[in-house]
């Protein structure tokens, strides 16, 4: 390349400089050029921005740092409103000058009582002056110290705000260089200078740090600004509490009981079908893992282990039961393993045709994303309210509640995979006379189907992080084992009812993992 | 003349397909006041995807449709078997109106009548390479032994049987492609779809399945839509080819009249790399009989003979075999032209004389 073509680029460059800074841009092109040749920190001092500070970075739509120094600058400020009026101390002197009156209070009634002639009444009143006095003097001391600590703090207040400044003059054309380079890609951002965001900076600036500076130096603020209003807007301003009592939270909490009530009784009809909808699933879960002998039980289960995942996952779900079976809770564990069991297939019951849904439809889709945040994100805790309010106690709301919790990742992952077919692969199929029918079973299914098992794999090992939850509804099984052991703050108890859930979510979760990763080997 | 017509496999008169939200004010628009594609994308916002298509397609040829992408070739295959509806225009395949086809009726007509083969291969990752090909016999409702019968037979002819029991993953590209051809033939259907079937392979593969297609079809006398970008593909494979830019064909015709009568500049440009060889013949390149003048060392009577339809490629070859100049005879046996090393050397160069 030749020099002058450099040279053009190199103009061209400064051109673009220039337009970015629009005023003072002589200044900037020069500091950005010193910034671009530069490895590492470039030292580069902004005496504007030093001075101005977070008004600089408004004017200039730097914003980060207008915010960043706002907030550094009040720092510095409130160290200095406390070293300057701060009354660091303000009751010791007050103190000091109420026990001093009290002090000489004492003395004239002594004095009264040995003109009196009653001597040992006097002594009692002088002594009681002479421990005042010692008192007063430590209040006077520490009131001495607290003023010698004001000026500590101011003059810390000060060299925080030098540093401040310095930070601001030298950080400045570094992160105004930066937004350049961010404009040069988007030219939305901001260039040049703008008054409008000065402005709005400056009042933003007027909003935070007077009422900031007020709370942390003056005794009491509130007071203190109902005196700067003369009283106008009666005699306090509370700027330390929102001024508003719990009026409102009682009236729509009270409203909130009643709906319920009301829901509760409307619909009980429903609620009570779901129940027993419910109840009939855990039933025949129980009846399968509780009635059938436990070594019939047992060995189906290492069977399957064997089958699905292999003779290592064999050996270690034979300890687990060995261990739930010798700690005797073996028929606890097998309630346990009916409640997940029951939570988990009525989540894949449900999960896997809303997921298919969802799947093929962006707008049910992009309705039922914030009810899926919502029963992932909400803690537990808050929809076992309702729960308990509209199923009652007992073990059917304790599957309920773990297939609020537990349903959203079959449904998402279903949805995902659904998605994720190849748009090829379906035009493919509709080429060859598809139907939608055909097209779902023949192709989306399978094509989806390794996503649809990662979503029931966490299915089921949510719904088991949702068994101790669930005991506290009156849910039986190892969860009850162990809120029991909190309860009571019984250690022992507790660890071992905690091996017993881990071993029983361990087992699980190998066998699940086993027949995924066969699936996904092409086995 | 109404046995032409009987013969057009496929027609398709005036198609248009407008992508957009407003595709009927749009639609009007253009047929009212001759709107361009400019004007319609800043009117409407909607972007004319096929313009005023029109093309017959006679049975057993191959009809290729070629054009640099977004050049509206791919969404004119699909209107075939209406994977995409036209905004206009109308549509028959083997004598039935594809535009009024419904539901049940259509999806029979795409299992019976039309295989399509795609650029991705599209196959099935979950199934074995039989059940693969045997997918469009199952979408028909057919037993499960017929579609062995009927994949095992498509695998031969594409030379791919010994692999049936394999996954996809399990092939390579060509034969995966192999695959998709072999699913298109099961259903043995009159029409065969191809989009950019061979545009993902690699050159050296890619000839040979050219072959292999080629052979194929004049086994199998299947009538053919192939789109490719690649122009000599095009005139490797196509009895006829299209050439398509910005969704409108530009020009229709044999190879030859591509390469030696290209319609306008566009596809002067396109033709320009293109080797004559196999596309330009004696006949148009050859100097009359009559008026030739013999070199002083040339003797017509040692000259070798060669028809009047033989291409540049088999010239140079018997050119190279002599000194004589090639004498060329027409149909008869006569003797109508002449074409020396200096002509020929001219037509390889030109296409022309």
């Not at chain 1, 909808?277 to 509780?290: G, H, K, M, N, P």
């Not at chain 1, 190892?478 to 250690?491: C, D, S, T, V």
């Not at chain 2, 040692?302 to 004589?324: F, K, N, V, Y």
Request: contains cysteine.
């Amino acid at each position: 390349m030749t020099d002058t073509a450099i040279d053009a680029i190199a103009d061209a460059s400064s051109a673009q400089t220039g337009e970015f800074a629009g005023e003072n841009s002589a200044y900037y092109e020069a500091e950005f050029e010193k910034i671009q040749g530069t490895t590492g920190f470039a030292w580069s001092w902004n005496t504007m921005a030093a001075v101005f500070g977070p008004l600089w970075g408004a004017l200039r739509g730097v914003w980060g740092f207008f915010w960043i120094y706002l907030i550094l600058e009040l720092f510095a400020f409130v160290q200095i409103g406390r070293g300057l009026w701060g009354d660091l101390g303000a009751d010791q002197p007050a103190k000091y000058e109420r026990l001093q009156a009290n002090i000489a209070r004492r003395e004239e009634q002594a004095r009264e009582l040995i003109a009196a002639g009653n001597a040992a009444e006097a002594e009692s009143k002088l002594n009681i002056a002479e421990n005042l006095k010692k008192v007063a003097a430590a209040a006077k001391e520490q009131a001495d110290l607290a003023s010698n600590e004001a000026s500590m703090i101011l003059l810390v207040g000060l060299a925080v705000l030098f540093v401040v400044k310095l930070s601001e003059g030298f950080y400045a054309n570094v992160a105004y260089e930066a937004q350049y380079l961010k404009w040069r890609t988007n030219p939305k951002i901001q260039s040049g200078v703008n008054w409008t965001n000065a402005g709005i900076g400056a009042l933003l600036l007027l909003a935070i740090w007077p009422l900031t500076l007020i709370r942390f130096t003056v005794a009491d603020p509130n007071k203190w600004i109902a005196q700067l209003t003369n009283g106008l807007l009666g005699d306090r301003i509370s700027i330390t509490q929102f001024p508003v009592q719990k009026q409102y939270f009682a009236y729509l909490a009270r409203k909130g009981d009643e709906g319920f009530d009301w829901l509760a009784n409307k619909f009980g009809g429903v609620f009570d079908g779901v129940t027993a909808a419910v109840r009939w699933v855990l039933d025949s879960l129980e009846v399968l893992l509780i009635q059938t002998p436990w070594p019939v039980v047992m060995l189906m289960i290492v069977v399957m282990a064997y089958r699905l995942a292999g003779p290592r996952v064999a050996i270690f779900t034979a300890a687990a039961l060995a261990y739930l079976a010798f700690m005797g809770l073996w028929e606890i564990s097998m309630i346990t393993v009916a409640l997940i069991g029951a939570g988990a297939f009525l989540c894949i019951l449900f999960g896997i045709p809303l997921g298919i849904w969802f799947g093929k439809s962006r707008r049910a889709y992009a309705l039922a994303e914030p009810v899926l945040d919502f029963m992932q994100t909400m803690p537990a805790f808050v929809y076992l309210i309702p729960i308990i309010a509209f199923f009652g106690t007992g073990k059917p709301p304790g599957v309920l509640a773990t297939i609020i919790f537990a349903m959203p990742p079959v449904i998402r992952l279903t949805a995902l995979g659904m998605r994720g077919v190849p748009e090829t692969t379906k035009e493919a199929a509709v080429a060859f006379g598809c139907s939608k029918r055909q097209l779902l079973f023949f192709v989306e299914l399978p094509l989806a189907l390794p996503s649809i098992m990662t979503g029931i794999n966490q299915t089921i090992l949510m719904s088991l992080s949702m068994v101790v939850i669930a005991s506290l509804i009156g849910a039986e099984g190892l969860g009850a084992l162990i809120l029991e052991a909190l309860q009571y703050a019984a250690k022992g108890q507790g660890l071992l009812g905690g091996l017993a859930i881990l071993f029983c979510a361990m087992v699980i979760d190998r066998i699940a993992q086993g027949v995924y990763r066969r699936r996904a080997g092409g086995g | 003349m109404n046995e032409t017509v009987n013969d057009d496999v496929i027609v398709v008169n005036g198609v248009w397909k407008i992508f957009g939200a407003d595709v009927d004010d749009a639609m009007q628009a253009i047929e009212q006041r001759g709107l361009s594609k400019s004007q319609v994308l800043d009117e409407f916002g909607c972007v004319v995807g096929l313009a005023d298509c029109s093309f017959r397609v006679r049975r057993g040829e191959i009809f290729c449709i070629m054009g640099l992408s977004g050049s509206g070739k791919s969404t004119l295959v699909r209107h075939l078997n209406r994977l995409i509806e036209p905004t206009a225009g109308q549509i028959s395949v083997l004598g039935k109106d594809m535009i009024a086809m419904k539901g049940a009726e259509l999806r029979e007509m795409r299992a019976r009548n039309l295989g399509m083969v795609f650029q991705h291969m599209a196959l099935l990752p979950h199934r074995t390479v039989r059940d693969n090909v045997g997918f469009p016999l199952q979408v028909r409702g057919e037993p499960k032994s017929q579609r062995w019968d009927v994949s095992q037979r498509c695998l031969r002819m594409v030379n791919l049987h010994g692999y049936e029991d394999r996954f996809p993953h399990e092939l390579s590209g060509g034969m995966q492609q192999r695959v998709g051809l072999a699913r298109a033939l099961a259903s043995d259907p009159d029409v065969l779809l191809m989009d950019e079937p061979f545009s993902a392979l690699d050159p050296l593969i890619r000839r040979q399945l050219q072959d292999q297609f080629m052979a194929l079809s004049a086994e199998l006398n299947k009538t053919t839509v192939f789109i490719t970008h690649d122009l000599d593909e095009a005139i490797r494979i196509g009895n006829r080819i299209a050439i398509m830019k910005d969704g409108r064909i530009v020009q229709i015709g044999t190879p030859e009249d591509i390469v030696t009568k290209p319609a306008d500049d566009y596809v002067r440009d396109f033709v320009e790399g293109i080797s004559k060889l196999k596309l330009v013949f004696a006949h148009t390149i050859m100097e009359p009989f009559d008026s030739y003048r013999p070199g002083p060392n040339e003797d017509l009577r040692q000259s070798p003979r060669a028809h009047h339809g033989t291409d540049l490629d088999q010239l140079i070859d018997i050119a190279i075999t002599t000194e004589q100049p090639i004498v060329i005879n027409d149909d008869d046996g006569t003797d109508i032209g002449v074409i020396n090393k200096s002509t020929l050397l001219a037509g390889i160069q030109g296409g022309k004389a």
